[in-house]
């Protein structure tokens, strides 16, 4: 009977320090810094089998987003040209706006719902939302689905 794989997105710092390593050991081969799995996991502290057992189960977020969708809710103050910087942060790395929803802001504060098609050209997918999370008046961003 096989099992049907199911994913999560989850922060960082949720993340076991093994499986950050072999994210780090990934990225050491994938720039040639490293030229063997072995000299990879050496330089991150981790062994070759915990390396082999978790390789193909976890990457950065960025790197599997391409041609996919990613709807993210964000709450933030209700002030004037915030909206547009947030539309303006997806423009500036080519991700195209595919639903956007507002509510009514209540207390000053509004929650926003968006959908984003992620694109070939699209750029790092990571820094954009770290750019629309960073923005003063943007209390909250949460990622809710990435299809």
Do not use: C, W
Not at 74 to 102: C, F, R, W
Request: charged share 25%; hydrophobic share 40%.
């Amino acid at each position: 009977m096989s099992e049907k794989s199911k994913y999560f997105v989850v922060t960082q710092k949720a993340v076991p320090e093994v499986l950050l390593k072999v994210v780090e050991a990934k990225r050491l081969l994938d720039s040639s810094k490293a030229i063997t799995v072995q000299e990879a996991t050496d330089r991150v502290g981790i062994s070759r089998s915990s390396f082999y057992k978790y390789k193909d189960d976890i990457f950065p977020f960025h790197d599997n987003s391409k041609g996919k969708s990613i709807t993210f809710v964000l709450q933030m103050d209700d002030e004037p040209g915030l909206l547009s910087l947030v539309l303006k942060t997806i423009a500036d790395y080519k991700g195209n706006v595919l639903t956007i929803h507002q509510t009514i802001p209540i207390n000053g504060v509004a929650s926003l719902t968006l959908t984003v098609d992620i694109l070939p050209t699209t750029g790092d997918v990571s820094s954009m939302i770290d750019q629309i999370e960073s923005q003063p008046g943007i209390h909250y961003l949460k990622i809710l689905a990435s299809e």
